[in-house]
């Protein structure tokens, strides 16, 4: 039987090395962190553990881009 997860989806962490982030993905094996300057790093669960502390931060707010306008197609001109 399974046992649960150290840390649940959308938990804040912060680890000595990579900083502030937000677990994806945690299991017996295997957890995944999304750290803020760092990005997406997969660690072995059990080595990984004793270096993670919870962090009572909100998750940064993701900034999306500004989508262009499309610039209006020139008339066609019929002689």
Same mark, same amino acid.
């Given at each position: 039987?399974?046992?649960?997860?150290?840390?649940?989806?959308?938990?804040?962490?912060?680890?000595?090395?990579?900083? +502030?982030? $937000?677990?994806?993905?945690?299991?017996?094996?295997?957890? @995944?962190? !999304?750290?803020?300057?760092?990005?997406? =790093?997969?660690?072995?669960?059990?080595?990984? +553990?004793? $270096?993670?502390?919870?962090?009572?931060?909100?998750?940064? @707010?993701? !900034?999306?881009?500004?989508?262009?306008? =499309?610039?209006?197609?020139?008339?066609?001109?019929?002689?």
């Amino acid at each position: 039987m399974a046992s649960k997860p150290a840390f649940a989806q959308g938990a804040q962490v912060e680890h000595g090395k990579f900083g +502030l982030g $937000s677990v994806l993905s945690c299991n017996d094996d295997y957890i @995944v962190i !999304k750290f803020d300057d760092h990005g997406e =790093k997969k660690f072995v669960t059990s080595i990984v +553990l004793p $270096s993670l502390k919870k962090s009572d931060r909100q998750p940064p @707010v993701e !900034k999306r881009r500004a989508t262009r306008k =499309k610039a209006a197609a020139p008339a066609a001109s019929g002689a």
